[in-house]
């Protein structure tokens, strides 16, 4: 008290039992600060905000709704007399989207803030943002049963207050390590029988999930009250196993009872050592619960619900050397869970506030790749723009309160049918599969993927669906419709609907058929596969909304799409592309028009190809590969080598006709392509007229005169060679006779080199100074000569010889 009366927030650390969750808000209520402002308890899970919120009222001597109230995401008591306001985590943060000042709110307490959960995680950073600069009045206080709650106190700049409260001695025994999760059911209905026999007292156990405690439940039939506590009974079951008893009575449990809620009566807490928690695997971008161990602060945290009342005992289901070996806190949700949600929120909160998500006080650093991934489905979904601002699609997602998917789907209705369908598919998707198989029930035909046989059930019951979980379910869909706007309302969903509204949360999920029966293909990447002896297992196209992850992923839950009358939703996330190859035998172009859906083509069918289609694909492929694409006679090859040696020389302003130049801009070409539809008619074109006609006239003729394209000797004329390094005009040797020198090329910068052939055509001598060659080396090459080929002429002064015939055989 002291405390929030000197500064606006503190860090209050305290084990189990000690009165944290129920007497801190009532004694608040008298603090001078406070005024008539109510104080906002947040509360990991629903059953902890029932439970804080009716103890706190039969303190007082009244019931829930007075001057202590909760919400829930099913149900509330509240009333114009509130003071302490219970609510979930969930339920702040979209109230601090909804009304960022926190009106009426003079202190918001965050209890076990050590379970570090994503919503705790950007309430808590919300808030702290809401104070910081515009709420300086708000009192905030971080509750935590464990040590690590210290770590709060740099984060809100706060003092932290330890109480020892009042906690019994606890007994902790250690057994075997269970070999696998198969056999837990068995090792803690034997701890269970055990324990019923040595010792006095109700029995708490901790189970992984729903399907262990129904398990364990069978085990102990007969020998005692057995009540399970799970966050998917009704309210009722709830507090029957949390109330007090006259029997003696067992209560398997899974996390829920972990911390924030005190199970009446129990001294003996048997632990399995495992909980299941929603993991993010980065190969699929889809979440799946996973069975981990316990961290050492959570079993900590169990073995302190024995020590409530009581002097207490805690069973460990594995050996003290696996108790060494456990991490010492669980990972926060923010380092492994799925981020769109948390990416949404932050966005709307910075329109609202204007702080950017990258500057809200946060413990953790949320992983730069998860991150862009929830950023990036959001953009697909339309509630983020390519800025990464929130678009108004964005900001009535947000405001629904449900995973930005689902808000999506709800969103897509548009009429009442519409939106009742996708507010039971909503409600659907937020539960289990009220078909999934159930331990110890009656053996049925497997339900199948089709989620329509699922929306089936809000009109007609089905033995085979669970009867708490439709009622949840019904619950959560009244309260969707009630946020879209529609009051009088039946639910009575539209199976026709199912497929276009899953396709607008899960436009990422939309599975094509691929080859083997059952196996699909992802839009968003990847593959799936639906068992072969499902209907769905046939269809071309489904809208995925359900998946399951262990070796390879599993379509659960999907309803067929048509490809010819795909939903609008669906049609404007497409892009449709006329694509044009060539084929490989004839050249011709062939083109497809194709609608693509992410990795997916939904439609390919041939179409037209217009000119401009056809002139961009002829110049794609020629740019790939000029020398193959276009006939290059050696004329051709001639004269870009002239023009690039005239380049090199007198004419630098001259274009570059290099291959690399030629290949990087065909604007050249273009004009000779119009009415060309295959690479046949490309071949045909006159390559050495296109090229001259790059060059004026002016160029061209200084061109033919500086550089020829051939050498006029005494008595015959040659082709020069300009593709080499050095212009080469080859002959004869007797071609040469009676020519003193040769002339230079491009105004005398560029040397002409002579090669010299045998009369068989092989080169003998190669020179750049023909006068010098005739007065020297030609002496050798002469006596060579007159030897092998005695019929030619071989003079002494060629210079002053004629071009001679070879002399006839005799």
Same mark, same amino acid.
């Given at each position: 008290?002291?405390?929030?009366?000197?500064?606006?927030?503190?860090?209050?650390?305290? %084990?189990?039992?000690?009165?944290?969750?129920?007497?801190? %808000?009532?004694?608040?209520?008298?603090a001078?600060?406070? !005024?008539?402002?109510?104080?906002?308890?947040?509360?990991?899970?629903?059953?902890?905000?029932?439970?804080?919120?009716?103890?706190?009222?039969?303190?007082?001597?009244?019931a829930?709704?007075?001057?202590?109230?909760?919400?829930?995401?099913?149900?509330?008591?509240?009333?114009?007399? =509130?003071?302490?306001?219970?609510?979930?985590?969930?339920?702040l943060?979209?109230?601090?989207?909804?009304?960022?000042?926190?009106?009426?709110? !003079?202190?918001?307490?965050?209890?076990?803030?050590?379970?570090? $959960?994503?919503?705790?995680?950007?309430?808590?950073?919300f808030?702290?943002?809401?104070?910081?600069?515009?709420?300086?009045?708000?009192?905030?206080?971080?509750?935590?049963?464990?040590?690590?709650?210290?770590a709060?106190?740099?984060?809100?700049?706060?003092?932290?207050?330890?109480?020892? !409260?009042?906690?019994?001695?606890?007994?902790?025994?250690?057994?075997?390590?269970?070999?696998?999760?198969?056999?837990?059911?068995?090792?803690?209905a034997r701890?269970?029988?055990?324990?019923?026999?040595?010792?006095?007292?109700?029995?708490?156990?901790?189970?992984?999930?729903?399907?262990?405690?129904?398990?364990?439940?069978?085990?102990?039939?007969?020998?005692?009250?057995?009540?399970?506590?799970?966050?998917?009974?009704?309210?009722?079951?709830?507090?029957?196993?949390?109330?007090?008893?006259?029997?003696?009575?067992?209560?398997?449990? =899974?996390?829920?009872?972990?911390?924030?809620?005190?199970v009446?009566?129990?001294?003996?807490?048997?632990?399995?050592?495992?909980?299941?928690?929603?993991?993010l695997?980065?190969?699929t971008?889809?979440?799946?619960?996973?069975?981990?161990?316990?961290?050492?602060a959570?079993?900590?945290?169990?073995?302190?619900?024995?020590?409530?009342?009581?002097?207490?005992?805690?069973?460990?289901?594995?050996?003290?050397?696996?108790?060494?070996?456990?991490?010492?806190?669980?990972?926060?949700?923010m380092?492994?869970?799925?981020?769109?949600?948390?990416?949404?929120?932050?966005?709307?909160?910075?329109?609202?506030?204007?702080?950017?998500?990258?500057?809200?006080?946060?413990?953790?650093?949320?992983?730069?790749?998860?991150?862009?991934?929830?950023?990036?489905?959001?953009?697909?979904?339309?509630?983020?723009?390519?800025?990464?601002?929130?678009?108004?699609?964005?900001?009535?997602?947000?405001?629904?309160?449900?995973?930005?998917?689902?808000?999506?789907?709800?969103?897509?209705?548009?009429?009442?049918?519409?939106?009742?369908?996708?507010?039971?598919?909503?409600?659907?998707?937020?539960?289990?599969?009220?078909?999934?198989?159930?331990?110890?029930?009656?053996?049925?035909?497997?339900?199948?993927?089709?989620?329509?046989?699922?929306?089936?059930?809000?009109?007609?019951?089905?033995?085979?669906?669970?009867?708490?979980?439709?009622?949840?379910?019904?619950?959560?869909?009244?309260?969707?419709?009630?946020?879209?706007?529609?009051?009088?309302f039946?639910?009575s969903?539209?199976?026709?609907?199912?497929?276009?509204?899953l396709?607008?949360?899960?436009?990422?999920?939309?599975?094509?058929?691929?080859?083997?029966?059952?196996?699909?293909?992802?839009?968003g990447?990847?593959?799936?596969?639906? %068992?072969?002896?499902?209907?769905?297992?046939?269809?071309?196209?489904?809208?995925?909304?359900?998946?399951?992850?262990?070796?390879?992923?599993?379509? =659960?839950?999907?309803?067929?799409l048509?490809?010819?009358?795909?939903?609008?939703?669906?049609?404007?996330?497409?892009?449709?592309?006329?694509? =044009?190859?060539?084929?490989?035998?004839?050249?011709?172009?062939?083109?497809?028009?194709?609608?693509?859906?992410?990795?997916?083509?939904?439609?390919?069918?041939?179409t037209?190809?217009?000119?401009?289609?056809?002139?961009?694909?002829?110049?794609?492929?020629?740019?790939?590969?000029?020398?193959?694409?276009?006939t290059?006679?050696?004329?051709?090859?001639?004269?870009q080598?002239?023009?690039?040696?005239?380049?090199?020389?007198?004419?630098?302003?001259?274009?570059?006709?290099?291959?690399?130049a030629?290949?990087?801009?065909?604007?050249?070409?273009?004009?000779?392509?119009?009415?060309?539809?295959?690479?046949?008619?490309?071949k045909?074109?006159?390559l050495?007229?296109?090229l001259r006609?790059?060059?004026?006239?002016?160029?061209?003729?200084?061109?033919?005169?500086?550089?020829?394209?051939?050498?006029?000797?005494?008595?015959?004329?040659?082709?020069?060679?300009?593709?080499?390094?050095?212009?080469?005009?080859?002959?004869?040797?007797?071609?040469?006779?009676?020519t003193?020198?040769?002339?230079?090329?491009?105004?005398?910068?560029?040397?002409?080199?002579?090669?010299?052939?045998?009369?068989?055509?092989?080169?003998q001598?190669?020179?750049?100074?023909?006068?010098?060659?005739?007065?020297? $080396?030609?002496?050798?090459?002469?006596?060579?000569?007159?030897?092998?080929? %005695?019929?030619?002429?071989?003079?002494e002064?060629?210079?002053?010889?004629?071009?001679?015939?070879p002399?006839?055989?005799?």
């Amino acid at each position: 008290m002291k405390t929030l009366e000197e500064r606006p927030n503190a860090v209050l650390v305290a %084990p189990p039992g000690a009165g944290k969750t129920t007497l801190t %808000p009532l004694a608040l209520l008298d603090a001078p600060w406070l !005024g008539a402002q109510r104080i906002v308890l947040v509360e990991p899970r629903r059953v902890a905000v029932r439970g804080a919120a009716s103890r706190m009222a039969s303190t007082l001597g009244e019931a829930p709704g007075g001057i202590v109230g909760f919400r829930t995401r099913t149900e509330s008591a509240i009333s114009a007399r =509130t003071r302490i306001e219970v609510v979930t985590e969930g339920l702040l943060l979209r109230r601090l989207l909804s009304d960022p000042l926190l009106e009426g709110v !003079g202190a918001v307490l965050f209890d076990e803030v050590h379970e570090r $959960s994503l919503d705790l995680d950007a309430s808590l950073a919300f808030c702290l943002d809401l104070q910081r600069e515009l709420r300086p009045d708000l009192r905030i206080l971080a509750m935590s049963a464990t040590p690590d709650g210290r770590a709060f106190t740099e984060l809100m700049n706060a003092p932290l207050i330890e109480s020892e !409260g009042r906690e019994y001695p606890i007994d902790v025994r250690h057994t075997r390590d269970v070999p696998h999760l198969r056999d837990l059911p068995e090792a803690c209905a034997r701890a269970i029988r055990q324990a019923l026999a040595e010792d006095d007292g109700d029995i708490l156990a901790f189970l992984p999930g729903v399907g262990e405690i129904r398990r364990t439940q069978a085990l102990l039939e007969g020998t005692v009250l057995v009540l399970p506590l799970h966050g998917e009974q009704a309210s009722e079951d709830q507090d029957r196993a949390l109330a007090p008893s006259e029997q003696r009575r067992v209560v398997l449990a =899974t996390s829920i009872a972990e911390t924030s809620v005190t199970v009446s009566g129990v001294r003996i807490v048997v632990d399995g050592g495992l909980r299941r928690v929603p993991r993010l695997d980065p190969s699929t971008g889809l979440s799946r619960l996973e069975t981990l161990k316990v961290s050492r602060a959570t079993a900590t945290q169990r073995a302190g619900r024995a020590g409530r009342q009581s002097p207490g005992i805690a069973i460990r289901l594995w050996s003290e050397t696996t108790q060494r070996s456990l991490r010492p806190q669980d990972a926060p949700e923010m380092l492994v869970a799925d981020l769109t949600d948390f990416a949404l929120v932050t966005a709307a909160w910075q329109e609202a506030m204007g702080t950017s998500p990258d500057a809200l006080p946060l413990l953790d650093t949320p992983p730069p790749g998860v991150l862009a991934g929830g950023r990036e489905l959001l953009r697909e979904l339309g509630a983020l723009d390519d800025g990464g601002r929130i678009t108004a699609l964005g900001r009535q997602m947000a405001s629904l309160g449900a995973h930005p998917r689902l808000a999506a789907m709800l969103c897509a209705a548009r009429t009442v049918p519409e939106r009742i369908t996708a507010a039971c598919l909503a409600a659907l998707l937020e539960e289990r599969d009220p078909l999934r198989p159930r331990p110890n029930a009656p053996k049925s035909p497997a339900p199948g993927a089709d989620i329509r046989t699922r929306l089936a059930l809000y009109e007609r019951e089905d033995p085979r669906a669970d009867r708490a979980c439709m009622f949840r379910m019904k619950q959560s869909a009244h309260r969707f419709l009630r946020r879209l706007g529609v009051r009088d309302f039946s639910l009575s969903p539209n199976p026709d609907h199912a497929a276009a509204l899953l396709a607008a949360g899960f436009p990422d999920r939309v599975a094509q058929a691929a080859g083997d029966i059952g196996r699909f293909r992802l839009s968003g990447g990847g593959s799936a596969r639906v %068992p072969t002896t499902d209907p769905l297992a046939r269809e071309k196209l489904l809208a995925g909304a359900a998946f399951h992850t262990r070796t390879s992923t599993e379509i =659960t839950l999907a309803a067929p799409l048509d490809a010819e009358d795909l939903p609008q939703s669906l049609l404007d996330r497409t892009r449709e592309q006329v694509e =044009t190859t060539l084929d490989g035998t004839s050249g011709r172009i062939i083109a497809r028009r194709r609608l693509r859906l992410g990795m997916l083509t939904l439609r390919d069918r041939n179409t037209q190809v217009t000119p401009e289609e056809a002139q961009l694909l002829l110049l794609a492929q020629i740019s790939a590969d000029l020398g193959q694409n276009l006939t290059w006679s050696d004329a051709s090859r001639q004269f870009q080598a002239r023009v690039a040696h005239a380049r090199a020389t007198y004419a630098p302003h001259l274009p570059d006709m290099s291959d690399v130049a030629l290949s990087e801009d065909l604007g050249w070409l273009e004009p000779y392509l119009a009415g060309c539809d295959r690479l046949s008619q490309v071949k045909a074109l006159d390559l050495l007229s296109i090229l001259r006609g790059r060059l004026e006239y002016a160029d061209l003729s200084a061109l033919d005169r500086k550089l020829p394209s051939r050498l006029a000797l005494k008595a015959s004329t040659h082709d020069i060679d300009y593709t080499s390094a050095v212009p080469t005009v080859s002959a004869r040797a007797q071609a040469f006779y009676g020519t003193a020198q040769i002339p230079v090329l491009a105004d005398g910068q560029l040397k002409l080199q002579c090669a010299l052939l045998s009369p068989a055509g092989r080169p003998q001598a190669i020179t750049a100074d023909l006068a010098g060659f005739w007065k020297g $080396s030609w002496a050798d090459m002469r006596r060579d000569m007159r030897g092998r080929y %005695p019929r030619h002429d071989w003079p002494e002064d060629p210079t002053t010889a004629e071009p001679s015939k070879p002399r006839p055989r005799h």
